[in-house]
T-cell receptor
Framework: DVKVTQSSRYLVKRTGEKVFLECVQD?????MFWYRQDPGLGLRLIYF???????EKGDIPEGYSVSREKKERFSLILESASTNQTSMYLC???????????FGPGTRLLVL | AQTVTQSQPEMSVQEAETVTLSCTYD???????LFWYKQPPSRQMILVIR??????QNATENRFSVNFQKAAKSFSLKISDSQLGDAAMYFC???????????FGTGTLLAVQP
């Protein structure tokens, strides 16, 4: 079974803090994704990575950056957290060229 | 641009009954995939069922089946013999080669009444 894990289920941070969300997958998937989930908006793609050290902006990259130094790990970084970044963050991975993505459990982030 | 629309924010079904969740999409591509994902409360999102657009036969996974109408761009999910464990948020999603990414609908929250 594919396993995608995220470092925290719940996180509370203060405005202006630098926040790191970590995602690890154990199936040697080339592609990894970060989504944001908000009520009434579904899932929106923040960033994705085709392979190590490769990244591309998704639909809502403003205020976020990512890092992929190792194939199994994809980090989402909020350089200076703001209250409008309070949300559920989901990580996903897939085999390159395949259409099915596998999701992590999500991190619910609250920025005060 | 491709879009996915789920017009039912919330649905409710009695245990053991059948419910249908609606999804429509818009695309100019001829080859694509459609998915239904399930997200139980505080639990991981999992794939329920997928449909390849070039296949006319509707996909089925146990109690879950789809009604794929390619010309109408409709992709509904039917859950038969609903169980309490089916209560979840259900997302319809589209994948096409042009964008190479999943496009999600806004979700339908399904409640199952005992």
């Amino acid at each position: 079974d594919v396993k995608v894990t995220q470092s925290s289920r719940y996180l509370v941070k203060r405005t202006g803090e630098k926040v790191f969300l970590e995602c690890v997958q154990d199936m040697d998937h080339e592609n990894m994704f970060w989504y944001r989930q908000d009520p009434g908006l579904g899932l929106r793609l923040i960033y994705f990575s085709y392979d190590v050290k490769m990244k591309e902006k998704g639909d809502i990259p403003e205020g976020y950056s990512v890092s992929r130094e190792k194939k199994e790990r994809f980090s989402l970084i909020l350089e200076s957290a703001s209250t409008n970044q309070t949300s559920m963050y989901l990580c996903a991975s897939r085999v390159a060229g395949r259409e099915t993505q596998y999701f992590g459990p999500g991190t619910r982030l609250l920025v005060l | 641009a491709q879009t996915v629309t789920q017009s039912q924010p919330e649905m409710s079904v009695q245990e053991a009954e059948t419910v249908t969740l609606s999804c429509t999409y818009d695309t100019s591509e001829s080859d694509y995939y459609l998915f239904w994902y399930k997200q139980p409360p505080s639990r991981q999102m999992i794939l329920v069922i997928r449909q390849e657009a070039y296949k006319q036969q509707n996909a089925t996974e146990n109690r879950f089946s789809v009604n794929f109408q390619k010309a109408a761009k409709s992709f509904s999910l039917k859950i038969s013999d609903s169980q309490l464990g089916d209560a979840a948020m259900y997302f319809c999603a589209y994948y096409g080669g042009a964008t190479n990414k999943l496009i999600f609908g806004t979700g339908t929250l399904l409640a199952v009444q005992p």
